[in-house]
């Protein structure tokens, strides 16, 4: 089992930035990729951002790409998402996601923290 915490959601004012943080605990050494998924009020849920754990390549919403930015502190298990250059419809739920294999779906989720972006 892998264990997956989330920090740094909160208010921030349109044009600002705010960073993620997702720490993992667990079975850590099974991790294939890790990333963000995002759910705003009466959407579906949808895909922010991913990384390999082990080759570093990275994954982006387009919706996303050249505002936010995924990384990784291997020694600390941690994911952050650096999100510039907020929108209003960057408001939502972030999630961060785990899964241990490229043949399988994201199985593992944490709790999500909210980000609200105002104007």
């Known amino acids: 089992q892998v264990q997956l915490v989330e920090s740094g959601g909160g208010l921030v004012q349109a044009g600002g930035s705010l960073r993620l943080s997702c720490a993992a605990s667990?079975?850590?050494?099974?991790?294939?990729?890790m990333g963000w998924f995002r759910q705003a009020p009466g959407k579906e849920r949808e895909f922010v951002s991913a990384?390999?754990?082990?080759?570093?390549?990275?994954d982006y919403a387009d919706s996303v790409k050249g505002r936010f930015t995924i990384s990784r502190d291997t020694a600390k298990n941690t994911a952050y998402l650096q999100m510039n250059s907020l929108q209003l419809e960057d408001t939502a739920v972030y999630y961060c996601?785990?899964?241990?294999?490229?043949?399988?779906?994201?199985?593992?989720w944490g709790q999500g923290t909210q980000v609200t972006v105002s104007s």
């Open positions: 990384f390999s754990w082990s080759g570093g390549s990275t």
């Open positions: 996601v785990a899964r241990i294999s490229p043949r399988s779906a994201y199985e593992y």
């Open positions: 667990g079975r850590t050494f099974s991790l294939y990729a």
